[in-house]
């Protein structure tokens, strides 16, 4: 599998099905086709899969995209974990919804989690590729949620509008919870990751190919193809990899790629954070809008994009957008428009 964003030959992410890493979906159109796989064919997908149901899992496991995975909540269930009001998904595997509460009690009534005495904290879900919230309050830029009072965008990062492979690997636990704000300086953006298994790169040039954060951005509307930082308002790409222990550090680099190749240079420590969590770890960047800009203002747009890895073992196995709009006349590497090289396949985003 190449990576969405490497263009250059030695730069590539691979995954070689030979050498059993590649979890990539096995096509059928009857059960007979994988009866020798012991698998069954899921005719939603059309696919082999380990599962198609509950019942065809072991004690403690559900089955999520024909994969039995571990459950780690009760389903549909709402708790409090690290300061925040949770809610479980439908199978158990994961989150639908993350609520932080700053400066306030989590707290349980009856069935419900809540955050205590803060009636001004907006709730509700968020679509980020529709718009973005105004960010208020003073963000302190140190991978926690807590000061980050805005809806979010919750999903499966195998449920993402593009994948990479696809369609995405069977059984990916990767669920993403992001929230993004606009204010007249910057971009605030809050990333929390479900991921039972991080694994990062631990070469700096090379990021894309563990786990990470990637965010794409523009103070403008107006884009037009290759970008640097000093075209089609200062659009950049930062990518963020988590710590790779409690005690180990986040690495970031701001990074830009054409048909030659890319360079990249580090992302200012203090625009940055990340940190490991107990399911799997979280990112929190301020991303100023580039200077000599007209500050944007509500309803405005600006080009934005969120892309995530999922690695294990050292072994990228998904990469996953919520844009990736196919651009005819790219000048990316092999004529493939992706967002890395070509900010036209960015969304854009409406400011709230």
Same mark, same amino acid.
């Given at each position: 599998?190449?990576?969405?964003?490497?263009?250059?030959?030695?730069?590539?992410?691979?995954?070689?099905?030979?050498?059993?890493?590649?979890?990539?979906?096995?096509?059928?159109?009857?059960?007979?086709?994988?009866?020798?796989?012991?698998?069954?064919?899921?005719?939603?997908?059309?696919?082999?899969?380990?599962?198609?149901?509950?019942?065809?899992?072991?004690?403690?496991?559900?089955? #999520?995209?024909?994969? *039995?995975?571990?459950?780690?909540?009760?389903?549909?269930?709402?708790?409090?974990?690290?300061?925040?009001?949770?809610?479980?998904?439908?199978?158990?595997?994961?989150?639908?919804?993350?609520?932080?509460?700053?400066?306030?009690?989590?707290?349980?009534?009856?069935?419900?989690?809540?955050?205590?005495?803060?009636?001004?904290?907006?709730?509700?879900?968020?679509?980020?590729?529709?718009?973005?919230?105004?960010?208020?309050?003073?963000?302190?830029?140190?991978?926690?949620?807590?000061?980050?009072?805005?809806?979010?965008?919750?999903?499966?990062?195998?449920?993402?509008?593009?994948?990479?492979?696809?369609?995405?690997?069977?059984?990916?636990?990767?669920?993403?919870?992001?929230?993004?704000?606009?204010?007249?300086?910057?971009?605030?953006?809050?990333?929390?990751?479900?991921?039972?298994?991080?694994?990062?790169?631990?070469?700096?040039?090379?990021?894309?190919?563990?786990?990470?954060?990637?965010?794409?951005?523009?103070?403008?509307?107006?884009?037009?193809?290759?970008?640097?930082?000093?075209?089609?308002?200062?659009?950049?790409?930062?990518?963020?990899?988590?710590?790779?222990?409690?005690?180990?550090?986040?690495?970031?680099?701001?990074?830009?790629?054409?048909?030659?190749?890319?360079?990249?240079?580090?992302?200012?420590?203090?625009?940055?954070?990340?940190?490991?969590?107990?399911?799997?770890?979280?990112?929190?960047?301020?991303?100023?809008?580039?200077?000599?800009?007209?500050?944007?203002?509500?309803? #405005?747009?600006?080009?934005?994009?969120?892309?995530?890895?999922?690695?294990?073992?050292?072994?990228?196995?998904?990469?996953?957008?919520?844009?990736?709009?196919?651009?005819?006349?790219?000048?990316?590497?092999?004529?493939?428009?992706?967002?890395? *090289?070509?900010?036209?396949?960015?969304?854009?985003?409406?400011?709230?």
């Amino acid at each position: 599998m190449a990576s969405l964003l490497s263009a250059c030959e030695g730069s590539r992410s691979t995954i070689d099905p030979s050498e059993g890493d590649s979890i990539a979906a096995i096509g059928c159109t009857t059960e007979q086709d994988c009866d020798g796989l012991g698998l069954k064919c899921d005719t939603r997908r059309w696919v082999c899969a380990s599962c198609l149901s509950d019942a065809d899992c072991g004690p403690g496991q559900s089955c #999520s995209l024909g994969a *039995c995975l571990p459950r780690v909540c009760e389903p549909e269930s709402q708790f409090c974990l690290e300061g925040a009001a949770v809610e479980c998904n439908q199978r158990g595997t994961g989150f639908v919804s993350r609520q932080p509460c700053p400066d306030q009690d989590c707290r349980i009534d009856g069935d419900a989690s809540y955050c205590a005495g803060e009636p001004s904290c907006r709730r509700g879900r968020s679509v980020l590729c529709q718009a973005l919230p105004e960010f208020s309050g003073e963000q302190v830029v140190d991978g926690s949620d807590q000061d980050f009072c805005v809806p979010a965008m919750t999903y499966a990062l195998s449920d993402a509008a593009w994948t990479n492979p696809e369609p995405a690997p069977l059984g990916s636990p990767v669920i993403v919870t992001a929230r993004v704000g606009w204010s007249e300086q910057a971009l605030h953006a809050q990333v929390y990751v479900f991921d039972p298994s991080v694994s990062v790169d631990p070469d700096d040039g090379r990021l894309w190919n563990g786990d990470n954060v990637q965010i794409f951005f523009a103070g403008t509307d107006e884009l037009t193809g290759a970008y640097d930082g000093q075209v089609d308002g200062g659009a950049t790409h930062v990518i963020v990899s988590p710590p790779e222990s409690e005690d180990g550090s986040a690495r970031a680099v701001v990074l830009y790629e054409d048909a030659s190749g890319t360079v990249s240079s580090p992302l200012d420590d203090g625009d940055y954070a990340a940190r490991l969590t107990e399911d799997g770890y979280e990112v929190e960047l301020r991303l100023p809008f580039a200077d000599g800009l007209e500050p944007p203002k509500a309803g #405005s747009r600006l080009g934005f994009d969120l892309v995530l890895g999922d690695a294990t073992d050292g072994v990228l196995l998904l990469e996953g957008a919520i844009a990736n709009q196919p651009v005819v006349d790219t000048s990316c590497a092999n004529g493939i428009s992706r967002p890395g *090289c070509d900010d036209r396949s960015w969304c854009l985003t409406t400011l709230e």
